[in-house]
């Protein structure tokens, strides 16, 4: 499985970005999408996640109610849609392929390469 992470840049505090992380090869073993951010200095820490059936997400507790994540199955793509942007929202955001819901990094078999995102105040 290979994964396309894109629709990173620079946004003021309290503006919008949509990133989007597009699947190919055997998607048949999808079954969750997570999305985690990693800051300079910092450990990788997750950010949402969303079955492939949709039935279920999640959201850590810092960007919840700003962020949403949904997917296009037809398109094999996630999104991640971030509203009212932080500077501490400042970050390499990666997308990840794992067989169980789960908040660890490890617990995700594979990753897209990552897309800057900063948050200017």
């Known amino acids: 499985v290979q994964l396309q992470a894109s629709g990173g840049g620079l946004v003021q505090a309290g503006g919008s970005l949509r990133l989007a992380c597009a699947a190919s090869?055997?998607?048949?073993?999808?079954?969750?999408m997570g999305w985690f951010r990693q800051s300079p200095g910092k450990e990788r820490e997750f950010v949402a996640y969303?079955?492939?059936?949709?039935?279920?997400?999640y959201y850590a507790d810092s960007v919840k109610g700003r962020f949403t994540i949904s997917r296009d199955n037809a398109k094999n793509t996630v999104y991640l849609q971030m509203n009212s942007l932080k500077p501490e929202d400042t970050a390499v955001y990666y997308c990840?392929?794992?067989?169980?819901?789960?908040?660890?990094?490890?617990?995700?078999?594979?990753w897209g390469q990552g897309t800057l995102v900063t948050v200017s105040s």
């Open positions: 990840a392929l794992g067989p169980y819901m789960e908040t660890l990094p490890r617990n995700y078999d594979y």
């Open positions: 090869g055997r998607t048949s073993s999808i079954y969750v």
């Open positions: 969303i079955t492939w059936s949709g039935s279920s997400t």
